[in-house]
Structures are given as C-alpha cells and as structure tokens.
C-alpha cells in the first residue's frame, strides 16, 4: 500500500510538474494556447526530431555568459574536415561551454546557459531565451518541414545586415545575404556587402552562421528563409541577449573575430590617382602634398582596366605601365623620402590565368589557390608597396571572398612579417575585420548620396566592420558635384575610420582642385544615369582648399584620441563611429537618430548635408554637451539649432571627456617636439586611457605599448596622470603635457615622468 501510494503521489506530481511547464510554454508564446488544452496536432511524444525530411539532431550550447548556439544537423553526418570545406567565418568552430543534444520531440526542456534561460520545445521546434528573472529576449520558431526560422522583432529599431540596401532601421524590407556591387540604389546606397547579424534595439541580436538565405522584415515577425540552392541543415544560429550595446558587439567579435590592429598611418589622409599621364604628374602630386603642408600619409594609384591609364597594364597585371611608371623602383623610393605609403589596385585576373590547374573555370580566391595567387604580386610588394586595394570579386563565394581577404592579410606578413599589412576590398563576410577594411563602392556625387551615406556607415559598424570609408565626394561625378559638395563630404570622411578621397574626374580630388579652371581626365561613363561634368564656374573657388586643410589637421592633431579608439575596437568589438543607441539605449529619441553618430565615446559629429545650409538641426543626448568650435556649454536632451558656414561641420563633446590631441603634423608618424595636449570638458567626472605602440609593428603582441590614464574629478577640479600596469614608456621622458580646462584659454604645462602626476584647477 505504501509503495502504490508513493508511485500514485509520483504520478501525480509529474503530472502537475508537466501541466506546469507546457503552461508557462503558452505564457512564454512557445505554444499555441490549443496546444495546451488539447486541440490542434501535437507531435507524438518522442518521435524522431526531423527537419526538411531528415532525421535531425538539435544541440543547444553555450558560447559565452550572453550568447547560445542552436544548431540542427543531420543524424550521422559530421562536418567535412578537408582544407577546401575549412569554415572561414567563426573565429573558432567550437566554444567548450555546456551542452544539450536532442533527437527526440521530447517535452518542454528548461535550461540555464551563464546568464541566459533557455526552453526548447516541439511542435513546432521552438528555442525561446530569456535573461534571467526578465521577460523573453527571443523566441526562435524552427519550421519542421523547411528549416526555415520564424523569430519576433520586438519594439524599436533593428540594425545591421552589413552594407548596403534600405537604410537605417532595417524593419520593412526583404535583405538577400547575396554579394553585389549591381545591388539595389548603388548610385546611392554603395554595394551590398551582407552580413547575416540582425539586432534588435529592445534587446537581443541573432547571426546566422548556416545556412545562406534571405532575411524578410516587412511583418511584425522576421523570418529567415533558405535559399533553395541551400540544404536546410545544417543550420547554425547564434542568439545574444546581453543587455549593453557595448556587450552586444563585443559578443559578435567574439564569435567571428575582433577587428585587426592596423597601421597607424592607414588613419591618415590617402589620395587616389587614376588616369596617369606622366611620370612628372605622378610625383608632381606627391611634392605638391609637402610643398602646400597638406597632411597625407597614402598614394593610392588606380590600376588600367578601370581607367585608360594606370599603373599596370592592365586587369590583373602585376606589369608596370612604363608610359607612367618607367623607373617604379626609383619612384617609390622618392614617394617614401617624401614620407609616403604607397598602395596599389588589385583586380583578381582572368579565371583561366591562375585556376585550378586543368580546371579553367575555378575562382583564382578559393581557400586553396589564394597562396597561388599572392605570388604573383611578390615581385611588385618586393619593391616596396605598403598595401593593396582589392577590387570587386563579388562572384566569388563567402569562403573565397574570405580567404581573399586573408590573403591580403597573411601573403604581405610571409615577406614582412613584424609589419601591419594595409588592405582596402569592396567584398568581403562577416570576419573580414580580422582582416582588412572596406569602403562602400562606385556612388554618385549628389547630395542625397552623402546623406544616406550616415546610416549606411552606421549599420556597416554596427555589423562588426569598424573599418569603413566611402570615396570622398562620391565615385561619378554628376552636375551636383561642386566644391560645397566635396567639402561636406570631405569634413564627413574626416571622422571615418576611411579618410579617403577618389573617383573620377580626379582631379578635383586633390584639396586644391576646385580652384585650378580645370577639370583633368573626365572619364564619364553615359551608362551612369545622372552622370555629368560640373559646372566651370565651380572650378575657381578658393575657399575649398583651407577648408580642406582644417580638417586635415584636424584629423592629424586628433590622432592620438582615434588611435586610442582603434585598440578600444581591437580589443572590445565596438566599432570608431558608434551610433547613439551604443551610449545611449534608454533614449528613444537617440536610438531613433541616423544623421548623427558617437566618434567615440565622448566627440558628437553631425555632418551637413544639405546643399546650401546655414543651419543644421541635431540632437544632443541627455547631460551637458560643449560646442567644439566655441567652447559654449550646452544642455542635452533636446534638438538644437547650430548655424554652420561651409567652413563648420558641427561638433560636440560631452561634459566629462578628456581629449587628447597632438601637434599638427605632416604624415601619421612624422617626429615632432610638440607637446601632448589634454583638453578637459567639466560638468562630469570623467576619464581616458591613452594608448600608444610603435604604430607599424607587432610588437604591441610582446608587450611594447603604454596606456596613460587620466582621471577628471569634477568637484574637485584636478586630474590625475598615470601609467596603467603593464604599460612600457614608449616615448622619452620627461614628456611635456600642456592641459587645458574648457572653456579657459590658460594652459598648465607639466613634465611627466614615471611617477603619478595632479594638476588642479
């Protein structure tokens, strides 16, 4: 009797325990409420788990405290291990962290992965997660039949998805995970550069790492959906549900890799050349750069194919055009007496040249042949070239768009292995920030271009590629190509991580192109709709070269602030140009905003782009905000007015930063005497770890960097300098800072040394 008892109080225990769960299923939105009272078709109970027809195996696993693994493959099938089927896009095929594998459409299962809840259950297979002790972040639904993932997108805006296509929230459209530089609105909206990592401002993001397909985001749900060349499985989805912005990019970082340590010099201004006449015009370009004091680092140099006149001789040449180039390796060495990189543009060549060996129709990129296809750029990275430009491949697949982008990565360190390579591509994948940097592509010169251009870096950064640019002035030029045009362009790619300026008609180009009466090589393509020449009044305008030149100096006097920036990026994920949402997330009015953006964590850039303005309307986020140009305090928290010149781009830095900035200086590494300057905005407590290394090297790996920490405090009105542990003093002591606190023009200059040093105000 007493045995019977105890397996009847049993039974109905497990009974209560699992009307309980299928309850809180309905509550938590894993069911339908008829499934819990009986109606409508249940799965039989532990019937094989199946997607698409195929037996099916689910593992559920942890990757970190905020991030799970939800994958579905085939039962006995493992991965292929060969080279050619190595995966490119995780930066490891594994994380060790705990484990649940189901073959059976068993009951509701409850999980606890770090910080995460999670609940598996069948019909339909649905993995919803929640953070512990608060609402559902996610609920993904599994479509048995297709493998096809249903998932919520909750309130607010959802970001990222890579380059390109309808900006800024993502809601409304359909987004192909499709490579294409012919992509929707080119002219407009650059080339299309997928990357399968969606995020939702209320609270969660998702990569789908297998299989390609298609994101649609016209309904109230999103839905993934395969595409039909695609297998269903496997299937490979990560869900993050951190909380901070911050923590939601440094997850992906970590997933697919944190972004490289670039040259330092790669920050610098990079003019582009294209369509050579000369060797004289060549270099004549270069002295009038140092005659003039206009900052530059880079020369960028266009290859034939894709103008009349390059440096090569043609796609996929690695010859010297000699009409322009007759002495290349005099040449470059003058270019680097001048303190100038020089890269050069790369088309990957015709399928037939480099292939797989009796296979003519290969890609010359794949995982296999990319080591081929860098020896035939050693005899011309041998006399010196500092970088390349890697054009187009968009037909290539995503590994091989991949192991392209790490051939311009690994290829240059096998020949100069302690030095930085340098790399700019128009194709890439989620990964390629491990890499190289990318810019968005042929646009045209008009005004709606550069608007758009705003959210199109925002959602490129967001999407873990914090190296980005666009051709400065747009690619072809139409009749809205003027002076004001490039010089808004130009003030905005001056807070890009890409400080670049090319295109056609290049020539005006050049900071004092706009006031020589000519235009240069023209190269207007009829097919380009809305292409044209401007106007030849526009071509005497003396107010665009020292515009220019402010903000050349500006960039370079900045340097030391956006370096620091780069190895916060190296190290965390979170990308140089930051939308509000990043620092902001409770403000919906920040969250909302696409014409603004975060350089950092304390500078406010709010690039003009209307044609003529004498205002621009912006939004300061909540807590006092001082107006870079004139030091005027204002209250954040509202939209304001700010009436710009074409000299101004408005600026604004919040209470509480402290900006470092160095002397004005010609090139990224040029030797100066200049003092280290420390700009303090009160109104907050605040601080800033100045990073520095040698710039070029790897030695930052071995240890040879130093972290300078400065501590405000605002009531106390005194900040405090010292090295951070580790730190190795890179530059000679004592070094002379000058600190200045906003908005007084007094300067306390100090000798620091080893030891931690005050300066009250």
């Not at 390609?212 to 299937?235: I, N, Q, V």
Request: contains cysteine; hydrophobic residues 40%.
């Amino acid at each position: 009797m007493t045995n019977r008892g105890s397996k009847s109080s049993d039974a109905m225990a497990a009974a209560r325990a699992k009307a309980v769960l299928v309850i809180l299923a309905c509550a938590l939105g894993m069911l339908p409420s008829n499934s819990a009272a009986g109606q409508g078709p249940v799965a039989r109970p532990n019937a094989p788990l199946a997607i698409a027809g195929q037996p099916a195996e689910l593992t559920v696993s942890a990757v970190s405290d905020w991030t799970i693994r939800v994958q579905l493959g085939v039962v006995g099938v493992t991965k292929p291990s060969s080279p050619q089927e190595e995966d490119l896009v995780l930066a490891q095929p594994e994380w060790p962290g705990r484990k649940l594998q189901v073959r059976l459409t068993e009951g509701v299962k409850f999980l606890r992965f770090g910080k995460l809840h999670v609940v598996v259950s069948p019909n339909p297979l649905t993995i919803t997660v929640r953070r512990s002790g608060d609402r559902v972040i996610q609920r993904l639904e599994i479509e048995g039949a297709t493998g096809n993932i249903s998932f919520p997108l909750g309130d607010g805006p959802v970001y990222g998805l890579g380059a390109g296509g309808p900006q800024y929230d993502r809601r409304g459209a359909t987004y192909s995970m499709e490579n294409a530089h012919g992509a929707w609105n080119l002219a407009v909206y650059g080339g299309r550069m997928p990357i399968p990592w969606l995020i939702g401002t209320s609270g969660w993001a998702m990569f789908v790492h297998q299989p390609l397909g298609s994101f649609d985001l016209t309904g109230e749900e999103g839905r993934f959906e395969k595409w039909p060349s695609e297998l269903a499985l496997p299937l490979d989805v990560f869900v993050v549900g951190a909380p901070e912005p911050t923590e939601v990019m440094k997850e992906y970082a970590r997933l697919t890799g944190f972004p490289h340590m670039p040259p330092i010099w790669a920050l610098g201004y990079q003019q582009s050349h294209r369509t050579l006449t000369s060797r004289e015009e060549i270099l004549g370009v270069a002295k009038t750069l140092r005659v003039k004091r206009l900052p530059c680092d880079v020369l960028i140099y266009l290859g034939t194919g894709w103008c009349p006149s390059g440096w090569n001789t043609g796609h996929g040449s690695f010859t010297w055009n000699s009409q322009v180039f007759p002495d290349p390796q005099k040449m470059i060495q003058e270019m680097h007496d001048l303190n100038f990189n020089v890269v050069l543009h790369a088309v990957y060549p015709p399928k037939q040249l480099y292939g797989h060996a009796g296979d003519e129709s290969a890609p010359v990129e794949d995982a296999n042949h990319a080591a081929n296809y860098w020896g035939k750029h050693l005899e011309v990275f041998r006399l010196g070239i500092n970088g390349w430009w890697p054009d187009a491949a968009e037909d290539l697949s995503v590994n091989a768009r991949l192991a392209r982008n790490r051939m311009y990565w690994e290829g240059p360190q096998l020949e100069r292995p302690d030095v930085r390579p340098y790399a700019l591509h128009r194709t890439g994948y989620a990964g390629i920030q491990r890499y190289g940097w990318f810019w968005s592509g042929d646009v045209n010169s008009t005004w709606k271009t550069l608007r758009e251009h705003i959210p199109v870096a925002l959602n490129t950064t967001l999407s873990g590629i914090p190296y980005w640019g666009t051709d400065i002035g747009g690619f072809y030029p139409t009749p809205e190509f003027t002076g004001e045009l490039y010089v808004r362009w130009f003030q905005f790619m001056a807070f890009s991580p890409l400080f670049r300026s090319h295109g056609r008609a290049w020539k005006l180009r050049l900071p004092w192109g706009w006031n020589t009466g000519e235009i240069g090589p023209t190269e207007i393509n009829p097919e380009i709709e809305g292409s044209g020449l401007p106007d030849a009044s526009e071509l005497h305008n003396p107010a665009i070269e020292p515009t220019c030149r402010k903000y050349l100096e500006l960039r370079y006097r900045l340097m030391p602030y956006l370096y620091t920036l780069v190895r916060e990026t190296h190290d965390t994920g979170i990308p140089i140009m930051r939308p509000l949402w990043i620092h902001y997330p409770g403000d919906p009015q920040a969250v909302a905003r696409s014409d603004e953006y975060l350089w950092g964590r304390d500078i406010l850039v709010a690039p003009v782009v209307e044609k003529g303005a004498t205002s621009r309307r912006l939004y300061l986020p909540p807590g006092e905000w001082y107006d870079f140009w004139t030091e005027e305090k204002v209250e954040g928290g509202r939209e304001i007015s700010r009436t710009v010149d074409l000299a101004t781009l408005p600026l604004y830095v919040r209470a509480g930063a402290i900006v470092p900035m160095g002397p004005v200086k010609q090139y990224a590494l040029e030797k100066s005497d200049g003092p280290l300057s420390l700009v303090v905005y009160p109104g907050a407590d605040g601080d800033f770890a100045l990073y520095e290394d040698d710039g070029v090297t790897f030695n930052y790996q071995k240890g040879e960097w130093s972290r300078l920490r400065l501590t405000w405090s605002d009531q106390q009105r005194r900040i405090n300098l010292r090295w951070e542990k580790g730190s190795r003093v890179l530059t000679s002591l004592p070094r002379k800072i000058e600190v200045r606190l906003v908005p007084e023009k007094t300067v306390r200059t100090v000798q620091f040394t080893i030891k931690p040093l005050e300066v009250k105000f």
